[in-house]
C-alpha cells in the first residue's frame, strides 16, 4: 500500500509540473501541450474507436510475438545451458546474430516476409529471443553441482536419447527449470520492455492499426496531444504487462517471491 501511495505522489507532481511548465507559454502549447489536452486527445481517440482498434492491433503482436520468442528461447537456453557438446555448435552462432539491432533487419523482414502480420510478428519474436536465451543458457549453467551430484546419486536422470532425438528428462523438469527460473523471469521482464519497443517500429511501415501506426500518423497531422497519449499508452502497457507477469509468476511460484521487499 505504501509503495501505490508513494508511487502516485510522485505521479501527481511530475503532471502538474508538467501542467505548469506548459501553460508557462515558453514552449508554445501546441508542440508540448498539457496533461490536460492529452488526455482530451485520449478521450477523442476512444470515441472514434480509434483507441480500441490500436489496443487491440498491438496487444495482440506483443504477445504473439513475445510468447514465440520466449519459448524458442527458454528450449534453446536449456539445451546449450546443459548439453555441452550442442552448446559448442549452437551458441557461437547466436552470439553472432545477437549483437544486431533488431530494428535493422526490419527492412529485411518485409522483403522476406511483405509488410503483414507475419514480419511484424517475428521482429518481435527475433528481439526478445536473445535476452530470454541468455538468461536461460546463464540460469542453467549456474545450478550448483551439488545438487545435480544429489538427484544423480537419487536415481534422477537428464537428458537421455531415444531414436537419436535428446529427449528431457526428469532432471530437467525438476532441478534445472526450477533452478533457472530466477534467470529465467529476469529475461522474461527484458524481453516485454523488448518486446513493445519492437511493436511500435514494427507498425511504422506498413501498417493499419496499433499505437506505433498512431503515433506515425498522428505525427504527419501535427498532433502532438495524440502522439503523447499513444506514447503513455505504450509505456502504461509495457508497465502493466511487466506488472502481470511478476505478480503470475509469484503466484504460481511463491518461492521466487523470497526476499522481494
Known amino acids: 500500500m505504501k509503495q501505490i501511495v508513494r ?9 502538474i509540473a508538467w501542467e505548469i511548465i506548459a501553460r508557462t507559454g515558453f514552449i508554445h502549447i501546441s508542440l508540448f501541450p498539457p496533461p490536460t489536452r ?11 474507436g480509434e483507441l480500441a482498434r490500436d489496443l487491440r492491433a498491438s496487444l495482440w503482436r506483443a504477445v504473439i510475438g513475445f510468447v514465440l520468442g520466449s519459448g524458442v528461447a527458454i528450449a534453446t537456453g536449456l539445451v546449450t545451458g546443459r548439453i555441452e557438446a550442442l552448446n559448442n555448435y549452437l551458441s557461437p552462432l547466436i552470439q553472432l546474430f ?14 522476406w516476409f511483405g509488410i503483414g502480420e507475419v514480419s511484424k510478428v517475428f521482429s518481435i ?3 526478445v529471443f536473445f535476452p530470454v536465451w541468455v538468461n536461460t543458457h546463464i540460469g542453467a549453467r549456474e545450478i550448483p553441482v551439488m545438487f545435480l551430484w544429489s538427484v544423480y546419486s537419487l536415481g534422477v536422470r537428464g537428458f537421455t536419447v531415444l531414436w537419436k532425438v535428446i529427449v528431457p528428462g526428469a532432471l530437467l523438469w525438476r532441478v534445472i527449470l526450477p533452478g533457472a527460473l530466477p534467470f529465467i523471469v529476469a529475461g522474461f521482464r ?3 520492455a523488448i518486446a513493445f519497443i519492437m511493436v511500435f517500429v514494427s507498425e511504422l511501415a506498413g501498417a493499419s492499426a496499433g ?3 498512431q503515433i506515425s500518423v498522428s505525427h ?4 502532438v496531444d495524440r502522439m503523447i497519449a499513444a506514447l503513455i499508452l505504450l509505456g ?15 503466484f504460481t511460484c511463491p518461492w521466487l517471491k523470497l526476499g522481494q521487499k
Open 7 to 15: 508511487a502516485s505522489i510522485s505521479i501527481v507532481v511530475f503532471l
Open 38 to 48: 492529452v488526455a482530451e486527445a485520449f478521450v477523442e481517440m476512444a470515441r472514434s
Open 98 to 111: 545477437r549483437p544486431l539491432p533488431p530494428v535493422a533487419i526490419i527492412p529485411l523482414i518485409i522483403v
Open 125 to 127: 519474436a527475433f528481439a
Open 190 to 192: 527484458t524481453g516485454i
Open 211 to 213: 499505437i506505433g501506426y
Open 220 to 223: 504527419l497531422a501535427y498532433r
Open 236 to 250: 502504461v502497457l509495457g508497465a502493466g504487462a511487466d506488472l502481470l507477469l511478476t505478480r503470475l509468476i509469484w
